[in-house]
């Protein structure tokens, strides 16, 4: 099976390839660990690989997503003027778009991947009831595979204590999982990511430091987070 790159440096290596084509993936993480800025580079770095890509997001308006794409030197504007990439922002208090529109759309724009931010609120709009969360989110990812394409969506987690990390219902929905984690380090936090699962492929299993800066998030797959030599010792 064919791996497509994630664009987020780094993750590749801890991914042995990258991610499954065609497979579907949730980035899990508390608010602010730089799950939006990972779905930028994930969709640009299709566009770069002449991939169509879909960016849906209920959080924020495709403005405010182009200008936190360019503070990072991610280049969204002619992308989507080249049509290889397309903002669909979703505003909760507007009238919310089917998800058969989006599959729609998807086919006439021949996407390759879609980056849905996030998953929690789907739960929250469209679904009141967990049984039918579940069936259509299952329903949704099983529509992309079969166009072809390679989700990645988000979720919002609680717990950031990486010993104790309370499971959702999507977390099973998903092929794989990756959590984005801040750990304390004396006064402050470090960023670390895991893989949690990716069915179907070996990955690395430790738990990995990673930093946002002006040039995004990078990985470091050679070492250790500080916070847990200090913390197991
Ligand atoms: N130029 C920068 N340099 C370093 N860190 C930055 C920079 N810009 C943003 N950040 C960090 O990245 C974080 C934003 O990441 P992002 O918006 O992707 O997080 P998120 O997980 O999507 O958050 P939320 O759950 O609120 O949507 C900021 O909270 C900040 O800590
Ligand atoms: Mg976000």
């Given amino acids: 099976m064919e791996k497509i790159k994630t664009g ?10 990258g991610i499954l084509s065609t497979s579907s993936v949730l980035l899990a993480g508390v608010p602010g660990t730089g799950k939006t800025l990972f779905g930028m580079q994930y969709i640009l770095q299709g566009a770069l690989e002449g991939q169509p890509g879909l960016f849906i997001s209920y959080e924020e308006l495709e403005s405010t997503i182009v200008k936190h794409a360019h503070n990072f030197g991610l280049d969204f504007t002619t992308h989507i003027k080249k049509g290889l990439i397309t903002v669909v922002n979703q505003e ?6 089917s998800f058969r529109a989006l599959l729609d759309l998807m086919q006439k724009r021949n996407i390759k991947r879609v980056f849905l931010d996030s998953i929690t609120l789907f739960e929250y709009i469209i679904f009141d009831k967990k049984a039918d969360f579940r069936k259509e989110v299952l329903e949704f990812t099983r529509a992309l595979k079969k166009l072809g394409i390679t989700l990645l969506a988000t979720s919002e987690k609680k717990e950031t204590d990486i010993d104790n990390i309370a499971y959702n219902p999507e977390d099973f929905l998903f092929e794989g999982l990756i959590h984005l984690t801040k750990i304390r380090k004396g006064a402050s936090f470090e960023r670390c990511l895991s893989v949690a699962k990716m069915r179907g492929q070996s990955h690395m299993m430790g738990i990995y430091p990673f930093t946002i800066n002006e040039e995004g998030i990078i990985i470091y797959p050679k070492q250790i987070p500080f916070s847990l030599i200090e913390k197991d010792s």
């Fill in 8 to 17: 987020v440096q780094g993750l590749d290596e801890v991914l042995e390839g």
């Fill in 92 to 97: 909760i208090s507007g009238k919310l778009i």
